[in-house]
Each structure stands twice: as C-alpha cells, then as structure tokens.
C-alpha cells in the first residue's frame, strides 16, 4: 500500500487547511488510517485517526475541537481538514495506514501500530 499525502502549505494562524492521503491500493478501505506529525527537533506525535468504517475517530487533546479526520473509501483517501490553525501545528504531516483488517470501530493511535506511511506534507502556520 502506497500512499499518498497532500495539501500542506504556508497559512496564517486561524487559518485552515485540508491534507489528503491517497492510495491506489485496493484494501486501504479496510483499515484503520491515522495522521501523525513531527515538528522540527521534536518526535513524532499523533494527531487523529479513523476506524475503517469511519465510524470512530480518536484525536490528541491538543488538535480536538479543530481538525476533523473523514475519509471517503469510495476514492481510498482519507482527510485531515485543519481549521483555527496555530504556529505550534507547524510541522510535517504523514498519513498512515494500519494493515492489518481489524474491527470497524478499530482506531489506534501508536505509531508502531501502522504498518504503512506516506511521505508527508509540510505544514507553515505563521503568527
């Protein structure tokens, strides 16, 4: 599974942005997919993830209330979109996908549960 993730750029603070992570692969519609991302000199951290079904989602405290994460398995590409955006959500973004065919309210959001990442899209909040 390949995929892919777009839609990062350069926004002010309060701002918003939709990233996608889109594949070719076949199963991605039958696994759990989150968005992680790492800022410059700190580790990579969880931001949100969704089931395979869509109908659970979990997110950090840090980005509730803020980003949304939806996906459209019609299209295999799952959405993050970015809303009220600050300086400290400046960081590269990477969708992941989970691998293994789980339950439909199945979400995790530990790194080394994914089995398959993207390349990431970069992400600039200026204040």
């Known amino acids: 599974v390949q995929l892919q993730a777009s839609g990062g750029g350069l926004v002010q603070a309060g701002g918003s942005l939709r990233l996608s992570c889109a594949t070719s692969?076949?199963?991605?519609?039958?696994?759990?997919v989150g968005w992680f991302r790492q800022a410059p000199g700190k580790e990579r951290e969880f931001v949100a993830a969704?089931?395979?079904?869509?109908?659970?989602?979990n997110y950090a405290d840090s980005v509730k209330g803020r980003f949304t994460i939806s996906r459209d398995n019609a299209k295999n590409t799952v959405y993050l979109q970015m809303s009220s955006l600050k300086p400290e959500d400046t960081a590269v973004y990477y969708c992941?996908?989970?691998?293994?065919?789980?339950?439909?309210?199945?979400?995790?959001?530990?790194?080394?549960?994914?089995?398959?990442w993207g390349q990431g899209t970069e992400v600039t909040v200026s204040s």
């Open positions: 992941a996908a989970e691998g293994t065919i789980r339950g439909p309210f199945y979400v995790t959001g530990r790194p080394d549960d994914y089995h398959y």
């Open positions: 692969g076949r199963t991605f519609s039958t696994y759990a």
């Open positions: 969704i089931s395979w079904s869509g109908g659970r989602t």
